[in-house]
């Protein structure tokens, strides 16, 4: 470990202060993480002198990579200008107008500091306008910290229960059962057990929460068919249909949803729409929103947030946005495309047990033969994960390449086919030398 001498030290001090030396669980890797120095396009350097390429892009919020020079020049305009007021901004309402008129169905849109703020909001707005207490989401998706939406994120084997009905599990110790009872578990893609459970709470439920691509479910896509029948059960019931499209809005032009013949009520939005910086934003129906317009006499949903909409936040996003067209999105795309087809032959050649799952400009690693098509079947035992940590460690030292830690890539336009050569000759470097284990887990 000699050559990481500075970020291990950098740890111990980190370790004085802060809880497990870090602020983000995602960023540690044991003995301990490596600090960044500085990055620009695909590439991040560490302060101990490593530069690698980055397929991570800060979980998938960075479109064009690192320190864009359009989006830096302007930011740097901004923060001369002032970072943040006890007033409204004109690039607010520019940068409302510019993700209005990008995807039709969101009439109104409002801004806040975070995915997770975004998910809260989204489900305290769906409250509000139905006047119902429950919310329903997938087993294992993760919408963020929220108390609510953060309900049976981790379920295991050993406490998720039957899947016709399954269990409402704590993340957190010490999360109040009341909010466990307020959350409705279904199976991502199964509309039978789905609509069954649904029915069962059908007059309490506000929301369904729907992740087109949940990430932590297995980076899986929801089928048209699921997504048409919740909408339907939604209609007629009388709840909301609400996407979290944290992180899928990079799949389209308009967000994940344009795949879908339908259009949810509510999206809530984060990561590459603040450009770099903190972000979350929910937009859909004007009525719906309406909750939240304090110029009506019975304000449903009180709401405010001393940073939300801060012009450096602001001028990011709308030159990211701006940068991020529909060309840009597609070629971003055949790019990612390409990467898989070049991945898929080298897993082909080495007749390795690995699958591929994902859409857009973001895919992910399974260890087994045939993609898994549920939260149960892509859950990882210790084992699975075990060998997992181990592939990233071969990259990330062998081959200077950073992924997120469940062998997930997110592309970032910054990108190139000599990036994707790398990924590829890499990958097959760390697939041939830890083949015998993924070998010996398949019979496990
Ligand atoms: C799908 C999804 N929703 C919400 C969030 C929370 O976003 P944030 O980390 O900005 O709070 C994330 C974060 O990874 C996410 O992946």
């Known amino acids: 470990m000699s050559q990481n001498r500075k970020s291990e030290e950098l740890y111990k001090q980190a370790c004085e202060v802060l809880p497990g030396g870090i602020s983000r669980n995602i960023i540690y890797r044991k003995p301990f993480p490596n600090y960044a120095a500085s990055a620009s396009g695909c590439y991040i350097s560490d302060i101990d002198g490593t530069k690698r390429i980055d397929f991570a892009n800060n979980m998938a919020a960075l479109i064009h990579g690192h320190a864009h020079p359009e989006v830096v020049e302007a930011v740097i305009q901004q923060v001369q200008k002032g970072t943040a007021f006890t007033l409204a901004s004109e690039i607010e309402v520019r940068y409302a107008q510019l993700l209005t008129s990008r995807v039709k169905d969101f009439e109104k849109i409002r801004f806040v500091n975070s995915g997770t703020e975004a998910v809260m909001t989204m489900i305290k707005a769906s409250r509000a306008f139905t006047g119902r207490p429950k919310i329903a989401k997938a087993e294992g998706t993760y919408h963020g910290t929220y108390d609510f939406a953060e309900v049976s994120q981790t379920a295991s084997p050993a406490n998720w229960g039957d899947i016709n009905e ?72 009388g709840a909301l249909l609400v996407f979290d499209e944290v992180v899928t809005f990079r799949v389209n032009y308009g967000g994940a949803q344009e795949n879908y013949p339908v259009t949810p009520d509510i999206t809530a939005l984060g990561k590459m729409i603040g450009g770099g910086f903190p972000v979350g934003a929910i937009a859909g129906r004007t009525d719906v929103l309406k909750v939240l317009d304090l110029r009506q006499p019975d304000l449903k949903f009180p709401h405010s947030g001393t940073f939300s909409a801060n012009p450096v936040t602001m001028t990011a996003g709308f030159k990211t946005m701006e940068l991020i067209d529909r060309n840009a999105i597609l070629k971003l795309n055949i790019l990612t495309d390409t990467a898989i087809s070049q991945i898929q032959e080298v897993i082909r050649q080495l007749d390795v047990p690995v699958s591929i799952t994902g859409a857009g400009s973001m895919f992910r690693f399974h260890l087994m033969p045939v993609p898994p098509t549920t939260y ?9 994960r075990t060998l997992i940590n181990e592939l990233f460690d071969y990259l990330y030292f062998n081959e200077n390449i950073l992924m997120i830690n469940t062998l997930t890539c997110m592309f970032s336009t910054a990108m190139t086919q000599k990036e994707i050569d790398k990924l590829t000759e890499g990958l097959f470097r760390a697939f041939k030398a830890l083949k015998p284990k993924l070998e010996e887990l398949q019979k496990k």
């Not at 466990?180 to 309490?204: G, K, M, S, W």
């Not at 149960?376 to 699975?384: D, K, L």
């Open 166 to 237: 399954p269990k409402s599990v704590p993340v957190a110790y010490g999360t109040p059962q009341g909010v466990l009872d307020d959350v409705v578990i279904f199976p991502y893609n199964d509309i039978e057990r789905t609509i069954a459970i649904l029915d069962r709470h059908a007059e309490q439920i506000a929301c369904v929460i729907i992740d087109p691509v949940p990430h932590r479910v297995g980076l899986l896509q929801g089928t048209n068919e699921f997504i048409l029948a919740i909408y339907n059960w939604t209609r007629k019931n």
């Open 376 to 384: 149960r079947e892509a859950y990882q035992t210790i084992e699975v």
